[in-house]
């Protein structure tokens, strides 16, 4: 298995603009978490799904933040507008039990707004 | 007060030293603790993951809780240059899951 994948790996975009995430989880796997990185505030968990269906979504900051998982092997994550302070490394990690079960972390897209 | 708290670094040791990593913690209500290591610019990937307090030993590496003081430690053996990374402390409650903001660490060949 390619491990979980995420694109695009380098987004910079200016303030307004809208940003999509993509992610693909290992398949088999039954719950997909989408993480925000920054050296201020460390790894935040933002929101996370079971068997495609959103369990907790109190991570995330703004209800300019939406995510989807349509199906088992597709989820997004959506910026509209997107704003500076949005900057920051995005990781999508899958699990095959929930939370406290092992996450595979897919390789991040750093996100620039200008 | 944050709920884990974890030293940033950098800690630079020598090769062949052994490493200590900690986190504490405010909330009683933590039950699993594990431990991330992430590589520059990847994501974290599982190094240790334990429930109970005590000692869980793998290889050169060893995670210690104590619950009673709220406290977690990692500890490397034989450090090795491939160990320099930035290490995670997380810790799951009432299905959260809160991480440290990591330490990084250096090892010195």
């Known amino acids: 298995d390619a491990g979980v994948i995420q694109s695009p790996r380098h987004e910079v975009t200016e303030m307004g603009q809208e940003v999509t995430l993509r992610c693909k989880p290992i398949?088999?796997?039954?719950?997909l978490f989408w993480y925000r990185q920054t050296m201020m505030r460390g790894l935040e968990l933002l929101i996370y799904?079971?068997?495609?269906?959103?369990?907790?979504d109190s991570g995330m900051p703004e209800d300019r933040f939406s995510a989807k998982m349509p199906n088992a092997s597709f989820s997004t994550l959506k910026i509209q507008p997107s704003e500076p302070r949005d900057s920051a490394v995005y990781f999508c990690?899958?699990?095959?039990?929930?939370?406290?079960?092992?996450?595979?972390f897919g390789p991040g897209t750093r996100l620039t707004v200008l | 007060q944050k709920e884990v708290e974890q030293d940033p670094g950098p800690l630079s040791v020598p090769e062949g030293a052994i490493v200590s990593l900690n986190c504490t913690y405010s909330?009683?209500?933590?039950?699993?603790f594990m431990w991330y290591r992430q590589y520059s610019r990847k994501g974290p990937e599982l190094l240790m993951y334990?429930?109970?307090?005590g000692n869980k030993e793998d290889g050169r590496f060893t995670a210690q809780v104590d619950k009673s003081s709220k406290y977690i430690s990692l500890f490397i053996r034989d450090s090795q240059p491939s160990d320099s990374a930035t290490y995670l402390c997380?810790?799951?409650?009432?299905?959260?899951?809160?991480f440290g903001k990591g330490t990084r660490l250096h090892i010195l060949p």
């Open positions: 990690a899958s699990s095959l039990a929930g939370l406290i079960n092992e996450q595979f």
């Open positions: 398949s088999g796997h039954d719950y």
């Open positions: 799904f079971n068997n495609n269906v959103p369990i907790d």
């Open positions: 909330n009683s209500a933590f039950q699993y």
């Open positions: 334990t429930y109970s307090s």
């Open positions: 997380a810790m799951n409650r009432d299905d959260k899951i809160i």
